[in-house]
């Protein structure tokens, strides 16, 4: 499977503690993105990087969420001293950024309850 | 970036046409109108766009107002699987992140 891939799927934890994920981009993909999804709600944008750069960040990635791209491959997103607010299915894509159409490609996304 | 407006909901018998509309009374110029989906549990994909001219794939067509201020995904013979979240989505030029609404839940019935 060549698709975009994340890790855990699933993920619960209690409130104060921290959690990291991991997101795996189609292999040729520069581009990778982070968006939080909340219940009845569209995906919300958070972050994304170009290569290792990070080029756009929220202002909903309060100073508790890091996201790092070391070698611009997979990304990491860390979120710091959980609240129950953090709980939302977070989602990683990725694009080609010589595709014009920029068409980005979702993963399955990781689910974060905390509790 | 410029607002979209869906309806919240639609039901589509299977096997009929569905055209899922949006308005974006606000586009510019340069902004391309894209169309993802949302199935049950899976993250969105992509489904069409266009700037000004009709368009057709494997998956839809997209009709675009002559005035570009909106425009109808059209899915031709909705089946089961089709069922989801559809969102309509304005992207400046070649574009970075995504603004998604709330989208239109399509239901369709066997």
């Known amino acids: 499977d060549t698709g975009v891939s994340q890790n855990p799927r699933h993920k619960i934890t209690k409130r104060g503690q921290n959690v990291t994920f991991r997101c795996d981009p189609i292999?040729?993909?520069?581009?990778l993105y982070w968006y939080r999804q909340t219940l009845g709600q569209g995906p919300e944008f958070l972050t994304y990087?170009?290569?290792?750069?990070?080029?756009?960040k929220s202002r909903l990635l309060s100073d508790r969420f890091s996201a790092e791209r070391p070698k611009g491959s997979f990304s990491t997103l860390e979120i710091q001293r959980t609240e129950q607010g953090d709980s939302a299915m977070y989602l990683c894509a990725s694009s080609f950024s010589g595709d014009y159409y920029n068409e980005q490609f979702f993963g399955p996304g990781t689910r974060l309850t905390v509790l | 970036d410029a607002k979209t407006t869906q309806p919240n909901s639609m039901e589509s018998n299977e096997e009929e046409p569905v055209h899922l509309p949006c308005n974006h009374s606000?586009?510019?110029?340069?902004?391309?109108i894209h169309w993802y989906r949302q199935l049950p549990s899976q993250g969105p994909e992509y489904v069409i766009h266009g700037l000004t001219s009709n368009v057709n794939n494997r998956m839809a067509s997209l009709a675009i107002a002559e005035d570009r201020k909106s425009s109808t995904l059209i899915l031709h013979r909705a089946t089961l699987r089709d069922a989801a979240v559809y969102y309509c989505i304005l992207i400046r030029g070649s574009g970075d992140k995504l603004t998604f609404g709330t989208g239109t839940r399509l239901a369709v019935r066997p």
């Open positions: 990087f170009q290569n290792e750069a990070q080029l756009e």
């Open positions: 292999s040729e993909h520069n581009r």
């Open positions: 606000t586009i510019s110029g340069t902004d391309y």
